[in-house]
């Protein structure tokens, strides 16, 4: 099964669906992480609608395109596209994160069906996709590994030990996705939300009156950084629209002779106004009240 | 049930714990993986910026820079997940900390089952073993936020490695404001002459309840908190086997390479009596409430109160 | 002292095991993290060039490499040094093997105090309570190159994660082509009933050079080489606790969280009994010739019989 | 004690007796890594008799520059060239390698006094020197902290979280210094030492027929990695050029704003001309005539 050419209408639609399930989830387990599950949710909705190569009911077809959920804790995001696009029953919303249930709190291989890799720890999926690209070379097929990266997977080492592997072995096949919300655990990762005369002195970093930390770590100049690690890439400056992503998608499987990434700027806790660019809600589910303000922006 | 009067969270209690030991005067740095915000470790950051150093999502660099502070003199603290910290930095700490002995102290929280709804992945149910391999490692285990704060005291106050294990779920606590924690001593929190309950972190209150009701079948236990691993008491359990006969460990973390191992390595060396281990084996955690995990993998009250009957019985053998 | 016919390095099996089964058609893949020269996988990649992947000095992304290509179905062999594989890429091998059970095989060389003169930075003496932390990983530590061999082709053929600790130094072989190695059972290399040394990697040899030593005292001593860490041979320790009523373990590596402790363990459930463990415990290693270094540390057949003795008089208590 | 300005001809005749003591040294102990350590010797002996504000007499002085081995493997040029500079009594290079000895195979932090930080796993320098440099900064002390990388060090993640976070600190109280001879312990880095006939198609590394591995891994455009991650880059084309390596050391030092890497391109085995760009001498003794031979090249 090759992606549907699914018209942005569509798209739009879905993720609104996907948008609902996050909530849906988060609350039913009154836990989970929101943010960088909608942040995240045009990339998904894109790829799962557009982009991959794939079939929900042959999930472990060898000719699939794999997407790797180096962010491992965005499972609301995941499972909300997976889900819709009909990879298990979406009664299974309402059992997130209990004992035993299908859908765990962090992603974990092959539960449910087409999940690739277990993740929850950052900083691992590039080297599992690498791993992946490099069987598709030696097995002669024509797949794609699209992996799928926060602020945070980009601060571990692994991911550049990973990236200069890719870029040394030529993997053409991988295209890495960074989610690039700007926003991690502790706070903000660098200026991007801050008017310029909030920058104290003291660089690398400061804590905040409500306890959030500013300035965490910088990712910038994030192109050059890929750049010099051998990879091509795409810059989406606007990381919901959904034409660009799927522009930037194709550009990447279609580019040989060194891997790509494409770095989605994004917004935290999009469409949901109170999580939007809000730390507080990288982790948290949304009280009674939030709950159905966030039901109310989300409706078709 | 034994009553307890609190809930509280031990990892709550590192970042006013380490405001008020910079402020008596101590050296105190703190070096951050973006987890400060769920250690507690950002409220010293507050009160100290320029002593505060977040590095990103990157353990390992944070324990080699937390090695360089300690290494001029500081008394490096830093903390994260325990899953990640040592899991995701093993060989910095041991390299960096433990064959050098600098004065690094990683507190780590969200420890065991009880982290609850993440799951397998974010339960640390090794993070002892991995400790305890380093050898020049002071290991704590608090069992409460009383004692979680004056264990990071003794860390700051005594030179040298230390790991201490805290958690993300609020818990009992079981010490009142008069308990002193001494490294290498466990407190003994009821006396019993049938079978000694050897228990840590979340685990002590369990074991408590299971005292309870090991007691209305006119058993009597002895709880000991090993929150010291290492130091370790070693008189605590050779008097447990030699007054009690018999013994039941109880962890929220894998049995080989934890406390269980601890005990039962002491005991083959000084004085053979059943031991029955309560705790984690051939697999891993799960989602769900921390209540609703403990139950799932049976480290209840009841199920440590089962393990002492067996273990009793056993002293026959 | 036994004579040992001829003298082999555990890690030499490596690159010609896996040749072979390649050549048998299996579908074996490997990554190297720039030890493959000592660790012997270079032979394999030698023959097989568009199977065998370098990554440079980089272990996270060794096992996070071998995990993706494990889950397209192929038999994954890493290799590195016991000290950087678990210790530098712990919470890989947890989260991208462990828990997901890739078909991931790391055979890590280098291993324990005889790896000789780098010193205690290069002398693993936790790999093995590392690993054991993780339950869904085999565990083997073959004592000889015949050994190694087999047991390199039992993991390939066997789905799930695998971890074969191999030795640096030549090290005696005690096995003659007929030994046939099994997943999870013991070979007893010796009969004895007043007490059973049970040894693994290169304390076989010392162990069955201790046993001539005892004997020569009148006292028989059974011999176990426990190469099967996990699964483990349960039966063979309770065995030697009924039959022998005292134990000694020895390893070239911690006592705690590694064979002691799961010796202990098994011990203290099934049949409490006497237990003296020869290995390491509160200190790294240091510089030198293996035998240099075993000597220094005591690891030595006379210090194993002095424990085998000490065992034996502990019975009556 | 601030560095002396020795001459380029004493630097030589220091330069000399060190590369004969990294001989004594594995030559005694039968085991060793004289490559890499001949290679860093004239870094070396750069920095002690150069740069380095030290004082052998005194190696726990607070206001001392720092110098890191993160390549701890290189053990016979350190110590070669501290026993040269009176940290301990040139005797003890007989002991080396043996149980407790003062000078244990690997780097250990403070045996002998004035080694600062233990080693033997790459990749770990880089962070240990940035806590010193932080600690500098907090403590209003103007000392210059050091670290010596290999090739190996700058494949490994930590390097990178390290780089990352020292320049979003603004460390520029660090400087690394990178001895890239392009060989490591498999084989080669690189391309470096073949003519282009000899690359094959496979990309990213294959092994020779001697069993040495080519291509294992290349760092390359390394400048524009350390540049990507926000240091200023000081390139030394000849690494045994002690003026070249004594100005970009000093240029490094009087940096201000961001850390400084200095890449110096170096010879493995450098001075012995049996061991230059043979990795057969990364980590081997020579043998009985090949010492010999070792001797008569370094004699005065
Ligand atoms: C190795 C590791 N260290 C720490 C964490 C804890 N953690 C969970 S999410 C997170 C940061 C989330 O921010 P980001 O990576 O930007 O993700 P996103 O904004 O896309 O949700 C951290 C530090 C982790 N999951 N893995
Ligand atoms: C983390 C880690 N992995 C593996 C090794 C084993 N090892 C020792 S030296 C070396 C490579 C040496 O090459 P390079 O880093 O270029 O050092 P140099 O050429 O300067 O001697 C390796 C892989 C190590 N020391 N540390
Ligand atoms: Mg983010
Ligand atoms: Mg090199």
């Given amino acids: 099964m090759v992606a549907t050419q699914t018209s942005v209408d569509e798209l739009k639609s879905i993720a609104k669906r996907v948008r609902r399930n996050i909530i849906r989830m988060v609350v039913a387990a009154n836990s989970g992480h929101p943010g960088g599950s909608l942040s995240a949710a045009d990339i998904l909705v894109t790829l799962y609608f557009r982009v991959l190569r794939h079939d929900p009911k042959n999930p472990d077809w060898p000719d699939r395109d794999r997407l790797i959920i180096s962010k491992g804790h965005a499972t609301p995001g995941v499972y909300g596209v997976m889900g819709e696009a009909g990879y298990f029953s979406t009664e299974e919303f309402d059992n997130f994160r209990t004992p035993n249930a299908l859908l765990q709190g962090h992603v974990v291989m092959g539960k449910p069906a087409g999940v690739e890799m277990s993740g929850g720890a950052l900083g691992m999926g590039l080297s599992f996709s690498l791993g992946q690209a490099l069987a598709g070379k030696l097995d002669g097929k024509d797949y794609h590994v699209f992996c799928l990266l926060s602020d945070g997977d980009c601060q571990e080492g692994q991911t550049w030990e990973a990236a200069m592997a890719a870029g040394h072995h030529k993997a053409d096949n991988v295209t890495a996705i960074v989610d690039r919300n700007h926003i991690q655990n502790d706070g903000y990762s660098d200026y991007e939300h801050f008017p310029d005369g909030d920058q104290p002195a003291k660089p690398g970093g400061w804590v905040m009156a409500d306890n959030h930390t500013a300035n965490i770590m910088n990712l910038e100049p994030l192109s050059a950084k890929w750049e010099a690690f051998g990879w091509n890439v795409i810059h989406v400056r606007d990381g919901h629209d959904f034409e660009a992503i799927t522009a930037a998608l194709e550009e990447a499987r279609a580019h040989t002779g060194q891997p790509t990434v494409v770095i989605c700027e994004t917004t935290k806790g999009k469409g949901v106004s109170f999580m939007e660019h809000n730390p507080d809600f990288h982790g948290k589910a949304p009280d009674k009240e939030q709950t159905e303000q966030a039901y109310r922006e989300l409706a078709d | ?317």
């Fill in chain 2, 1 to 317: 049930m034994v009553q307890a009067t609190k809930m509280e969270a031990t990892r709550a209690a590192l970042g006013p714990t380490l405001i008020k030991l910079r402020n008596e005067g101590l050296d105190i740095v703190c070096v951050d993986a973006d987890l400060g915000y769920s250690t507690s470790a950002v409220k010293f950051g507050r009160e100290f910026p320029e002593r505060f150093f977040p590095v990103g999502v990157a353990e390992q660099n944070m324990i080699g820079v937390a090695a360089g502070l300690a290494a001029t003199g500081k008394i490096a603290f830093c903390s994260s997940f325990a899953v990640f910290a040592p899991g995701h930095c093993f060989d910095q700490l041991r390299m960096a900390v433990a064959q050098p002995k600098t004065n690094v102290k990683l507190v780590a929280s969200h420890a065991g089952l009880v982290t609850g709804e993440d799951g397998a992945s974010a339960q640390s149910l090794e993070d002892i073993g991995l400790m305890l391999s380093m050898p020049t490692f002071n290991v704590i285990v608090p069992a409460d936020s009383v004692e979680a704060a004056q264990a990071i005291e003794a860390a700051a106050r005594t030179d040298g490695p230390f790991y201490i294990r805290t958690m993300r779920a609020k818990t009992a606590v079981v010490h009142d404001e008069s308990y002193r924690f001494q490294l290498g001593k466990w407190s003994r929190l009821r006396e019993g002459s049938d079978v000694t309950l050897i228990a840590i972190a979340d685990m002590v209150k369990v074991a408590l309840d299971a005292a309870e009701l090991l007691s209305s079948d006119g058993i009597n236990a002895r709880v000991l908190n090993a929150a010291s691993l290492r130091p370790l008491d070693r008189e605590a359990i050779v008097a447990a086997a030699d007054e009690t006969g018999a013994i039941v460990t109880a962890e929220d973390h894998f049995v080989h390479g934890g406390l269980g191992s601890l005990v039962a390595g002491v005991v083959a060396e000084e004085h053979p009596v059943p031991i029955e281990f309560v705790g984690m084996r051939d697999r891993y955690g799960t989602s769900g409430t921390s209540e609703q995990v403990l139950a799932f993998f049976n480290l209840t009250p009841e199920a440590v109160a089962e393990s002492a009957k067996k273990a009793i019985d056993r002293k026959s053998e």
